[in-house]
């Protein structure tokens, strides 16, 4: 059985409704964890509530965690939990250092004490930091400039570390900008403190929230603004499907592994490889919305590149992952969940 982490929050929420909806998935069930601080237990829908064997707690729980382990036939694990603000992590290190590390940490024992050793770990491109160049690959230098960045490199590294003793296998999937909601309308995106920029524009397309405010529109880019490689969340979930099929090889294929994992582990940049800016954005949302996106611009953030998106090459020749979606099908998404949120 699969063991999902951080299950109810948004891109862990996804992959779990994408998963139990797949053909070859309809008899699975799987195991789904989140301490709910910041997930919703709404998102376990009532179509898929039956399938799912909820458990509230945290991942540094060793007994909890030893006990969930025990009662089901787990063989392998999807990682999502972590906390995700960049701008807390700033402000709040201790509190990422504590619930994206040693929180991991404690988990990946209970997991290798239970002989559960496959694991796609939700990774993000903020462990790069600023590019050198773009697109960027996976051999691009990680040389993260925030604490979030820091504590899911960590992680890698601890993985590629437990990885070399103990003969767990992992894949590290490094996200660019995830954005969009589910073609289903059961899930959606759904933060307490919003951050991202296609929901924060809708809503104030929609009247629910303040102009949309604009860091910069002084950068090197065509309109100004700053250029991001935004992917739909549910073409994010495809590919921690494609990843766990790797599990299913006898080993890791060549071009994908890490050198210093003695190919256990791999790793995969998940975006279009299309960066757009922040003005295409609100053109796109506008175009799709027949709304127009009140906002202002102001000082650029510090820390924010110009441009910042994908090489998802190797995502493609070695999972055979293709995003399907483009950034008006997210915006329609994204704009269909904000109109009819269930939670």
């Not at 807390?88 to 201790?94: D, V």
């Not at 071009?255 to 922040?278: M, P």
């Amino acid at each position: 059985m699969l063991l999902v982490t951080g299950a109810c929050g948004y891109i862990g929420s996804h992959f779990m409704h994408y998963y139990l909806a797949q053909a070859a998935n309809r008899d699975q069930s799987l195991v789904a964890i989140d301490n709910l601080l910041l997930g919703h237990k709404e998102s376990i829908s009532p179509d898929i509530e039956s399938r799912v064997h909820f458990y509230q707690c945290d991942i540094g729980d060793k007994k909890a965690l030893g006990e969930i382990l025990q009662k089901h036939s787990v063989h392998a694990v999807v990682h999502f939990a972590a906390s995700a603000y960049v701008g807390e992590s700033q402000e709040k290190p201790f509190k990422y250092f504590d619930n994206n590390v040693f929180q991991s940490l404690s988990f990946f024992e209970s997991l290798l004490m239970a002989g559960v050793r496959k694991v796609v770990f939700s990774s993000t491109c903020a462990t790069y930091g600023m590019p050198v160049r773009t697109p960027m690959d996976e051999n691009h230098p990680q040389s993260p400039i925030n604490t979030y960045g820091v504590t899911k490199l960590m992680v890698e590294e601890a993985l590629r570390a437990l990885a070399l003793a103990s003969g767990l296998s992992y894949v590290l999937l490094r996200y660019f900008n995830a954005a969009g909601a589910s073609p289903s309308g059961l899930v959606g995106e759904s933060h307490a403190h919003e951050t991202h920029l296609i929901p924060l524009a809708l809503a104030a397309a929609l009247g629910g929230g303040e102009p949309l405010k604009i860091f910069g529109n002084d950068y090197d880019t065509p309109d100004g603004t700053c250029i991001r490689d935004y992917v739909h969340v549910d073409d994010l979930a495809a590919a921690h499907l494609l990843a766990l099929k790797l599990f299913e090889r006898d080993k890791m294929p060549e071009k994908a592994t890490l050198a210093d994992s003695n190919g256990l582990g791999a790793a995969f940049n998940l975006g279009t490889a299309r960066g757009v800016s922040v003005m295409e954005v609100l053109k796109t949302i506008e175009s799709v919305a027949g709304l127009a996106v009140p906002f202002s611009f102001a000082s650029r953030r510090a820390g924010d590149p110009s441009r910042l998106f994908a090489d998802a090459g190797r995502a493609n020749n070695v999972l055979g992952w293709q995003p399907r979606y483009g950034l008006s099908d997210i915006v329609e998404t994204a704009l269909h969940w904000e109109k009819h949120r269930r939670y």
